[in-house]
């Protein structure tokens, strides 16, 4: 299974919402990643987690909370966003976090915030 | 800061014509290089990547990259393109923040194949 699910494909939320992003993979990675891609722009990196832990938070707002609860599932809790938060939520997935493997991404969450 | 630069917006190009997407980097130490593809609201699907040896790196989908150090680029090609190839191509470059991975983007190769 070299594949990374994320749920739900699409999601519109209010400011005042409170939502989640899930992610899950079965390669059995350590390392697993949120990234942020506005359109017709590269992706950028939001959070590292490895084997578990928070390693890198890219100066993200605190209204993005991101939770590994175990070594296949990562999410990201949504809270009080603004509207230029709306993109394209990718996570990836590698088999660690300091080698040179390659990361495998999943589809995507396209998030709306009104 | 590792970086890679892509200086073509869009590449235009006739099925069955060889194609190719130019990246260039700037890097401290050995590049850790990789090519992915993202066609509309999908993800990113890894092509290939160079960590060291050969020049000419072979990937998916009949994608092959060539690594240039004295011209520090690493452009993506294929023999002959196909409609279906037609996509946002991204360039990447590993970086390290504290021992951790980072991807590096560029800022992506829109590909058309024309029929």
């Known amino acids: 299974d070299t594949e990374v699910t994320q749920t739900p494909k699409h999601l519109v939320m209010g400011m005042t919402n409170k939502k989640s992003l899930k992610c899950e993979q079965h390669?059995?990675?350590?390392?697993m990643y949120w990234y942020k891609q506005k359109a017709k722009k590269p992706p950028e990196l939001m959070f590292v987690?490895?084997?578990?832990?928070?390693?890198i938070n890219e100066s993200v707002p605190s209204r993005f909370s991101p939770e590994c609860p175990n070594s296949s599932l990562l999410n990201l809790h949504l809270h009080a966003l603004q509207p230029e938060d709306s993109a394209l939520y990718l996570c990836?997935?590698?088999?660690?976090?300091?080698?040179?493997?390659?990361?495998?991404f999943g589809p995507g969450t396209r998030l709306t915030v009104l | 800061a590792q970086s890679v630069a892509q200086p073509e917006d869009q590449v235009n190009v006739a099925e069955g014509n060889p194609l190719t997407v130019k990246c260039t980097y700037s890097v401290s130490g050995n590049p850790y290089l990789f090519w992915y593809v993202q066609y509309p609201n999908r993800g990113l699907q890894f092509l290939l990547k160079?960590?060291?040896?050969?020049?000419l790196v072979k990937g998916s989908y009949g994608f092959e990259a060539e690594f240039n150090k004295s011209q520090t680029s690493f452009h993506l090609k294929k023999p002959s393109a196909l409609v279906s190839d037609s996509a946002l191509y991204f360039c990447?470059?590993?970086?390290?923040?504290?021992?951790?991975?980072?991807?590096?983007f560029g800022t992506g190769t829109r590909l058309l194949v024309s029929p």
């Open positions: 160079y960590i060291t040896g050969d020049n």
């Open positions: 390669m059995g990675h350590r390392a």
């Open positions: 990836a997935s590698s088999q660690d976090s300091g080698g040179a493997g390659e990361q495998f």
């Open positions: 987690y490895s084997y578990e832990k928070l390693s």
């Open positions: 990447a470059v590993r970086d390290m923040i504290a021992g951790f991975q980072k991807l590096v």
